[in-house]
């Protein structure tokens, strides 16, 4: 079974950042994204695109990372400091904090990042890309090792 790349991609040039952060469809801008908080929908239900061979990666989480310490982790420490509450105050309010506003910043970022991941027809590479293109690679110019790719 070879992997065939969906027809899509690159007809019309949406702003990434706009349709992301909104999570609308990277091919109109119409349909829904997301079908729950954090997980794509197959497909774009507006226009047909399909949404299953692509995923924004690990990349949003990074800067999840990034932007939660940065500039949520000195407020806490900036609230328990000043205020001075018992510390178990200032653990519950700021984990509830923390967690609201990395599950709002990773979706906001998997929509961006989705999108431009789409516009850029970027996509994980995977074995059976190169089995199927022309690309001679070690295995298909031996023939002895091509045949043990077959039977595997
Ligand atoms: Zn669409």
Same mark, same amino acid.
């Not at 469809?25 to 908080?37: A, D, I, R, S, V």
């Given at each position: 079974m070879t992997h065939k790349p969906s027809p899509?991609? &690159?007809r019309r040039r949406l702003p990434p950042v706009q349709t992301g952060l909104s999570g609308r469809?990277? *091919?109109?801008? *119409? &349909?829904?994204? $997301?079908?729950?908080?954090l997980s794509f929908n197959d497909?774009?239900?507006?226009?047909?695109?399909? $949404?299953? #061979? #692509?995923d924004a990666g690990d990349g949003p989480a990074i800067f999840v990372i990034f932007a939660v310490g940065i500039f949520i982790i000195p407020l806490a420490l900036a609230f328990h400091m000043l205020l001075d509450p018992p510390l178990a105050v200032t653990f519950i309010i700021w984990s509830l904090i923390i967690i609201a506003a990395s599950l709002w910043l990773l979706r906001l970022m998997r929509g961006v990042m989705f999108n431009i991941a789409w516009q850029r027809n970027a996509r994980e590479v995977r074995l059976q890309d190169f089995k199927a293109s022309e690309v001679k690679t070690p295995a298909t110019q031996n023939p002895t090792a091509q045949d043990k790719d077959a039977d595997t």
């Open positions: 899509r991609r &690159g469809c990277p *091919e109109c801008g *119409e &349909g829904q994204l $997301f079908k729950n908080m497909g774009c239900a507006a226009c047909g695109a399909d $949404f299953r #061979d #692509d």
